[in-house]
C-alpha cells in the first residue's frame, strides 16, 4: 500500500547537544492508526510537530502522499492537529468551536453550522451544540476539540497525548471511541502516547522511540511477540529480560511459570514478592547472581500451589519461548 506518511532521514535540532529527533525514516501506511510511544524525551513530540508543520525541519524530508510538504504551512499539508490541551474557545458554543476550522477557511455561515452538526453527532455529542466548553465534562471538551479537528477532513490526523488528562475509565472510552472513528472515516492517525497499553490497543502501527530513533516499527503484536531490542522488550513490559547461558533474551511474564517445563529452561533463585492482582498474581524471583524475573500466573494456578516470600523457587519457561535479543542493544 502506498504511504501516507513518509519520513526521510528526519533530524530535529534544537541547539546545541544531542538531536532531539536523530535521522529517523518511517513510512506509515495510508488509512493506519499510527501510535509513536516512548520514555519521556525520546522525540515524539517533536516528530509529530514536525509532520505539522509546527516545527521546522532540521535535516531530511517528509512527505504526505508522495508530495513533499517539509517547508509548507500547517494549513498547506492536509493535516489537523488536536493538542493535549483542548484549546476550545471558552466564549463559543461547542457547535460554533467545531465550525471555528471552516470559518478560517472561508464557508459560508449556514453551511459551517449544518457541517459543524454533523460532526458533533459523530462524536456522539448532538445534544450539547449550545453549551459552552465551561459547561462540558472534559471527555466532552475533548470530543468537541475531535470534531473540530476532524471538521476540515484533514488526510492525517495528529494527536499529541490526547487521552493523558483522563481519568481511567473516560480514557478507556475515548479509546474505543478514536478507534471507531479513525475506522469508519478511514484517514490516518498518528497518535503520541506515553502508554504502553494505549498503543497496544489502538494502533495497526506501533513505533517506539528511544532518544531520537526509531527502536522498532511495527504491529504492535509482532513488537510484543518479537521485541527487536532488550530496550524495547523492557520498555513495552510483559517480558524478562535475561542473561542466560546462550545469551540474551526476552521471555514473556504470562509464559513464564513456577517449576521448568520438561525440556524448558529457568531461573532458580528466592521469592523476592508476590503480588495480588485479581485474575492474576505476579511472583518475582531474585536469582543468586542478582538478576530477577517474574511469572505473572492465573489466580487458579498460583493458589493450587502459593508461595512466599523468602522460599526457594525455580521460574521455568518452553525454550521456544524465550525470544534472543542482540546483546548490545
Ligand atoms: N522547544 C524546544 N527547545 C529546546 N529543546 C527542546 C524543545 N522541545 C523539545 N526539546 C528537547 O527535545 C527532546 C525531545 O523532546 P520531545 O518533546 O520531542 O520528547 P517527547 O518524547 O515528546 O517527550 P514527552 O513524552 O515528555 O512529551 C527533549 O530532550 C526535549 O528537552
Known sequence: MRPDVELIGVTKRYGHGPAAVDGISLAIPAGSYCCLLGPSGCGKTSTLRMIAGHETVSEGDILLSGRNVTLLPPAARGTA???????????LTALENIAFGL?????GKAERLARAAEFLRLVQLGAMADRLPAQLSGGQQQR?????ALITRPKVLLLDEPLSALDPFLRTQMREELKRLQRELGITFIHVTHGQEEAMALSDMAVVMDQGRIAQAAPPREIFEKPASAFVARFIGGHNVLELPGGRFAVRTDRTRLAPPPGGASLAGQVAAVEYQGAAVRVVVRAPDGQTAEALLPDGLFHAAPVAPGE?????????DAHPLSPNA
Do not use: C, E, K
Open 103 to 107: 470559518r478560517m477557511r472561508g464557508v
Open 81 to 91: 492537529m488536536m493538542f493535549q490541551s483542548y484549546a476550545l474557545f471558552p466564549h
Open 144 to 148: 468537541v476539540a475531535l470534531a473540530r
Open 312 to 320: 526457594a523457587a525455580t521460574l521455568g519457561w518452553d525454550a521456544q
